[in-house]
């Protein structure tokens, strides 16, 4: 709201009304952020028209521990420049490669996407992805046989890096399975996170004093 009254002379100068003035208040707070939401993706619509795209899909939970998918939509704009969006990050209740494609139609659905224009598709190397049969690739394929599959190369680039360090490096090799073994200990259990997240807490606080107390004495 600041910024906006920053850029807005006509809303500065509406009279002071602090009973009825609700700007910063969450509903309205959330009304405004969907309304640019919305503007920015006709926006990005309104820039592919007509034409082809290709879909960019991945999923991860997030901090509450629910599933999201991010939507990204590749294409090549009036200009013959690549441009690559982000579009969506739709919650998904599982990651079975149904599942995916129900959210994808849906997304698609609300702002009149088709599957008919998509010509290339890019996710990691999971079997829910791109397995042979059943996959998300799979299904799309289904639709529109010429929506080309591509791992993505971010993954793949992933996938080589651990790999090398693996092999090549005892230090690197120790690290990912300490980490993978904390990884499972700590975020299986609330219990455990909320000790980690105190002891991180305490940790800062501490070198923060630490960083304080040096600049006094300099």
């Known amino acids: 709201m600041d910024l906006i009254l920053l850029h807005d002379e006509e809303l500065r100068k509406l009279p002071k009304a602090a009973g009825n003035n609700q700007y910063l208040s969450p509903i309205i707070q959330k009304d405004i952020a969907t309304c640019f939401e919305e503007e920015i993706l006709s926006n990005i619509f309104k820039d592919i028209g007509d034409d082809v795209f290709?879909?960019?899909?991945?999923?991860?939970?997030?901090?509450?521990?629910?599933?999201?998918?991010?939507?990204?939509?590749?294409?090549?704009?009036?200009?013959?420049?690549?441009?690559?969006?982000?579009?969506g990050l739709v919650h998904v209740m599982e990651t079975s490669s149904s599942a995916l494609k129900s959210a994808i139609d849906t997304f698609f659905a609300k702002y009149g996407l088709s599957f008919k224009r998509q010509r290339s598709q890019g996710y990691d190397g999971a079997n829910n992805m791109c397995g042979q049969f059943n996959s998300l690739k799979a299904k799309i394929l289904e639709e529109n046989s010429s929506a080309y599959y591509v791992h993505c190369f971010a993954h793949q680039l992933q996938l080589v890096v651990v790999t090398v360090a693996k092999k090549k490096h005892l230090g690197v090799l120790n690290f990912f399975d300490n980490l993978s073994i904390l990884m499972n200990v700590v975020c299986s259990s609330c219990k455990r996170t909320d000790i980690l997240r105190e002891n991180e807490k305490e940790r800062v606080e501490k070198k923060l004093v630490v960083a304080y107390l040096k600049q006094e004495v300099g």
């Open 54 to 87: 290709a879909l960019l899909v991945d999923e991860s939970s997030d901090v509450s521990k629910k599933e999201q998918m991010a939507i990204v939509l590749q294409y090549i704009d009036t200009h013959g420049l690549v441009k690559e969006r982000f579009v």
